[in-house]
């Protein structure tokens, strides 16, 4: 890694900037006063805050826990795909998705609402339409835009600027939350703060509501599991990190809170009434942080306050813009989305994901405010499905590894989803916490429109990735059917109110629309689902014939190789025992005492038949090996499924048998050949001698064949020390042993390295070898690597890294090399 790249790297306090950011911005100067004090007073409030803090910590730890053990800036979307599979891995984007995008959003419009309550009408200019109450102007919408381009093309252009603005902004928001609080709190009576809880429901009620609403309100600190490969620390150092940032966005959120009702206006006895009377105010009684800043520091303090917000708003833009480019190039890169998503710039920004978002971004103004903020009460629901994936799979990830502590939090943060989930589904049973009725239709909707991409990319599949998991389709239409369900029954139960009044000008007609709308959402997917389950069925159906008529080949093949073994065997006896008689000769001729005999056999002649009797033994043993019954039961000739024969033997007989090989036709292509130990305390070990035997022969022959004339190949063997090895069930004395194969050869391209477990690639570039050679390897235990001279010459070093158990020596004769 350069210096420059070095620079790239986010430290530890762009990190807490980052997680802040995204997690917190503008709802936290809005939602105290309009949900948490009318809800749950301020002793409520803050207890209800610090209980959410604690509960979050344990979701966030489960995240850290698998950003450590998966170093992967897919976030939450990685740990799925790699622990639960495909399926459930685009559901967690898919919900991480609208939930980034929603507080996008939400913190880009409120950049002109902040603007319409302080200058007033001044951008309001060009009236387009009305939607949900809140209307559109043509002055405001060109706001919206400027504001979502020129962040969006600063995230894309800025480079390291954009992480040193991001933190200056997060320290400076944090700091002057604590700075306006302090001060605040030392000019006002603390009897403001009475009564401590709202008086006309049950506290504890009170803080359980406020309480469930947590995903809400940290949803996006966990964003920073999408930078990991920009950490320049350890990922075991991150969860110290999202501990501060967790700390701070519950500070922030309590001091907010708490400054909403330190000054209210003096024609209101508590913070009750005023509270009470606020959704009728105006200006900045109407915004009770505001009003309170105002109040006490006057228009400096209301300064001071923007700037805080526009540094909130900052913080989440930038974060949020890059954590949707890092969740799009990283579903580009698994194949879901197209491969343009994949591009990135020379700084490795994904430019192209993150101008993606600006685009469709620029559509958002024209659904309103209102809108906006019914997508956004979506976040609750869909943020706790992300928190119960991330539980889930730490919990996996800790039953795997035995970790009992790992295990219990995972459970633990499982059952916190679940109640973040289904507790603001069911209407009336929070305290003003239930989703409003248009964002159970938005939750609805999106579901149908991400199962009709997730049928899309199943239908695309090449590689068979998706469609193996029935509970997320459940999931799924669960979901839906849930979500319309409680739609209807709102939008009913609404219009039968405005029907007693007399205020619903509708007919029977529109509620008949209703349910047909619901039927309409549920047909969706449940079609989706048949022809998902039609083709998996078909997909089965094909995979069984395929397999069946695999199994018919490999039997023919295992036939046909078990017959020629045994007609070769014959005429191989034959040639053996010609080999035999011959040594007899050579031996009488060598013990004759006439030194100029004309008959006498050279010595040359006899050390070629004592390695042709070598040669024909390893044949024989090769044969044996492919007429062996057991064998031929379990598959054949497959490396996973050859029974090992283990036995002692001695290192130094078994490298000068490879020498005698391969010494012959090393001479011939004159290349310096050499086979010698290196540092073999240990030469006496078990093995399988005709498995190690074959792994060796392959990889000389390929350093033989490969090597030009007057090139150089050279085998060494080195004990590099000692293991405990299994053997027989047990853990007994071994050493490892390194086996380099050196060679002068052309360099082994790197596209040939990657794919040397796959038989077929291998053999179109005429290294069949070394499949066979990663099969060995691989059944006795060991490793392999190959190191080629890439920039500094021709040639190569394979290495393979053998654990094996020690032998007690014979005291045999050592071989001579």
């Excluded at 869909?382 to 995972?410: I, M, N, T």
Aim: glycine fraction near 8%; hydrophobic fraction near 50%; charge should be negative.
């Amino acid at each position: 890694m350069d210096k420059q790249t070095q620079k790239n790297l986010l430290s530890p306090l762009h990190v807490w900037a980052l997680s802040l950011g995204c997690a917190v911005g503008w709802g936290a100067f809005m939602v105290p006063a309009n949900l948490f004090i009318p809800t749950a007073g301020p002793l409520g409030t803050m207890l209800a805050m610090g209980i959410s803090t604690a509960l979050l910590l344990v979701i966030g730890a489960n995240f850290c826990r698998l950003a450590e053990k998966y170093h992967d800036d897919g976030g939450i979307v990685a740990y799925v795909r790699n622990i639960i599979g495909h399926d459930h891995a685009f559901l967690a984007a898919w919900i991480l998705l609208i939930a980034y995008l929603s507080i996008l959003w939400a913190n880009a419009t409120a950049t002109v609402l902040l603007f319409r309550f302080l200058h007033g009408d001044l951008l309001s200019w060009g009236y387009l339409y009305t939607i949900a109450g809140f209307d559109i102007y043509f002055g405001e919408m060109l706001a919206v835009w400027l504001v979502i381009i020129v962040f969006g093309l600063f995230t894309c252009y800025s480079g390291t600027l954009a992480r040193y603005l991001n933190t200056f902004c997060a320290i400076l928001f944090f700091l002057s939350v604590i700075i306006l609080s302090a001060a605040m709190f030392s000019q006002v009576d603390t009897s403001v703060f009475k009564p401590a809880f709202q008086t006309y429901t049950n506290p504890i009620m009170q803080i359980f509501s406020m309480v469930m609403l947590a995903p809400w309100m940290f949803f996006g600190f966990e964003a920073v599991t999408h930078a990991c490969d920009d950490f320049d620390f350890s990922s075991k150092r991150l969860f110290p990190i999202v501990i501060a940032a967790v700390l701070s966005g519950g500070l922030i959120y309590i001091l907010l809170a708490a400054m909403a009702i330190m000054s209210i206006p003096p024609e209101y006895a508590s913070w009750t009434t005023y509270i009470a009377q606020r959704p009728h105010l105006e200006g900045l009684a109407g915004l009770p942080v505001f009003h309170s800043v105002h109040a006490v520091f006057g228009r400096e303090g209301l300064l001071f306050l923007c700037v805080s917000i526009d540094c909130a708003i900052i913080t989440s833009l930038m974060g949020l813009y890059r954590t949707c480019g890092r969740l799009l190039y990283f579903m580009a890169r698994c194949e879901v989305l197209p491969a343009w998503f994949s591009k990135r710039a020379a700084d490795e920004t994904p430019r192209n994901a993150i101008i993606f978002v600006m685009l469709i971004s620029l559509l958002i103004p024209l659904l309103g405010r209102i809108s906006i903020v019914w997508l956004c009460d979506v976040i609750t629901v869909v943020g706790s499905v992300a928190y119960g994936y991330a539980s889930y799979c730490a919990y996996l990830l800790a039953k795997r590894e035995g970790s009992r502590q790992d295990k219990f939090r995972g459970i633990f943060g499982v059952f916190i989803s679940c109640l973040f989930f289904f507790c603001p589904l069911l209407p009336g049973l929070l305290l003003g916490g239930s989703l409003d009725t248009e964002s159970y239709l938005m939750l609805s909707v999106w579901s149908i429109l991400g199962f009709i991409y997730y049928w899309y990319v199943f239908k695309h599949d090449t590689h068979n990735r998706f469609g193996h998991s029935t509970s997320m389709c459940i999931m799924i239409l669960f979901l839906n059917f849930f979500s319309t369900s409680i739609w209807l029954r709102q939008v009913t139960e609404e219009r039968l109110k405005d029907a007693a009044t007399g205020s619903f000008t509708g007919g029977y007609s529109i509620i008949v629309a209703d349910s047909v709308v619901q039927m309409a959402m549920i047909m969706i997917i449940l079609l989706l689902m048949t022809n998902i389950f039609i083709t998996l069925k078909r997909r089965e159906h094909d995979m069984t014939r395929t397999l069946q008529q695999q199994h018919e080949v490999n039997h023919a093949q295992n036939t046909y190789l078990r017959n020629l073994a045994h007609d070769i065997r014959i005429p191989m006896e034959a040639a053996q025992l010609s080999v035999h008689h011959s040594l007899e000769n050579c031996t009488i001729c060598s013990a004759c005492a006439v030194e100029s005999c004309p008959h006498r056999i050279p010595d040359r002649l006899a050390n070629c038949l004592g390695q042709l009797d070598s040669h024909s033994q390893y044949l024989m043993s090769l044969i044996s090996s492919m007429l062996d019954k057991r064998n031929m039961k379990m598959g054949g000739i497959e490396m996973g499924k050859i029974p090992l024969d283990f036995a002692r033997m001695d290192w130094r007989y078994t490298l000068q048998h490879i020498k005698d090989i391969f010494a012959l036709k090393m001479q011939e292509k004159n290349i310096f050949f050499e086979v010698y130990p290196i540092e073999l305390p240990h030469p006496h070990v078990i093995c399988d001698t005709q498995r190690l035997e074959r792994l060796l022969i392959n990889l000389v022959s390929n350093a033989c064949e490969f090597t030009p004339n007057a090139g150089g190949v050279m085998v060494t063997l080195m004990e590099t020390g000692p293991a405990a090895v299994k053997y027989q069930g047990q853990d007994v004395p071994g050493a490892i042993y390194e086996i380099h194969i050196n060679d002068t050869g052309t360099n082994m391209p790197p596209a040939i390295i990657q794919h040397m477990a796959e038989p077929f690639e291998l053999e179109t570039s005429g290294l069949g070898g070394l499949y066979i050679v990663q099969g060995l390897t691989t059944l006795l235990g060991g490793s392999i690597k190959i190191n080629t001279n890439t920039g500094q010459g021709p040639g190569k070093d394979i290495v393979v890294t053998l654990p094996l158990p020690l032998a007690e020596p014979l005291f045999e004769p050592a071989a001579e090399f």
